[in-house]
């Protein structure tokens, strides 16, 4: 029996790489993660794990749902060694994005590491946390 998924939170800023062109791409490598929580987290990735794609900076919400759909390799934007990245692929869209917003006034929500960690790219979520943000964004 496959094990359950675990659930991430990646974040992006849109001028750099937007879920339109993630969508257009059907697949990206993960890479330029320059942090080793962040690349920790990376690590931890197991393939058929959910993530949650979030824009930062200028949109602040979360905007569609992807699937690692390969494991953590040797990041080749990376000019010294032991930065790794992995590969998604696009899942969905939500149906209306989940603003910071209603994110931070969410009670669900309240220890999400988004609010608790708002510097990491790449972020750990828990099931509840998951739902809920799936349930925000109906």
Known sequence: MPATPQHWMV?????????????????T???????????????????????????????KAVVGIAQVVAT??????????????VDLAPVKTLPRPVPLEEIKASAALCDIALLRQSRLSVLPVTKAEYDALLALGR
């Open 72 to 85: 953590a390799y040797p990041d080749p934007t990376a000019s010294e060694a032991g930065w790794d990245c």
């Open 29 to 59: 490598a993960w890479t330029g993660v320059r942090n080793f929580q962040a690349r920790n987290n990376l690590r931890s990735m197991k393939t058929g794990d959910l993530a949650l794609f979030y824009h930062s900076v200028t949109e």
């Open 11 to 27: 974040k992006s800023e849109p001028a750099a790489y937007s879920w339109a062109q993630f969508l257009k791409d059907q697949r």
